[in-house]
């Protein structure tokens, strides 16, 4: 049974299991953790991982074992917040293309009050995109930050006023 917003209250001494998942960040740990409300004044908690999740974070204290002497938890605490990092790195483009909508959009609603076309088709996203927009540009590394910033100015150069 899944209850949401219930607060039992749990006698001191009690333990929670914790399970690890794949890619687990560090505020669903956080959180799963602190469903015991009084962790460290008498509740406690232990983890529980799959084994391939349980290589995983063998893999990451051997990859920084040279730099601290992890033991269980803040190997699990340094492998959630890796976790943490890489998945915020994958959204950020996405980030960025919804940060440069909201530009668009903002400039629209500010410039365009006397034509409500012109300000309705400038909020309007593209519903068909070409592949040649999405995979045309030619492959190479770039540095993310170069990557967003190409971006918003591209969406500058749009609304007339490139930096």
Not at 70 to 94: E, G, K, M, Q
Not at 114 to 132: F, T
């Amino acid at each position: 049974v899944h209850t949401r917003g219930s607060d039992f209250r749990l006698p001191r001494g009690m333990r929670a299991a914790v399970t690890l998942g794949k890619g687990l960040q560090k505020d669903k740990l956080v959180q799963a953790c602190m469903r015991m409300r009084q962790l460290g004044n008498g509740h406690t908690v232990c983890f529980f991982a799959s084994f391939e999740v349980d290589l995983q974070i063998r893999a990451w204290r051997e990859q920084v074992a040279g730099q601290f002497d992890f033991r269980h938890l803040p190997a699990i605490v340094s492998w959630c917040l890796s976790n943490t990092v890489d998945a915020t790195c994958r959204h950020l483009p996405y980030l960025a293309a919804q940060g440069a909508s909201q530009i668009r959009k903002q400039h629209a609603f500010t410039h365009l009050a006397d034509n409500p076309m012109h300000r309705a088709n400038m909020c309007a996203e593209e519903e068909v995109v070409k592949l040649s927009s999405l995979y045309g540009s030619a492959a190479g590394n770039q540095l993310l930050p170069d990557i967003v910033k190409k971006r918003l100015k591209h969406v500058l150069r749009g609304l007339g006023s490139e930096p």
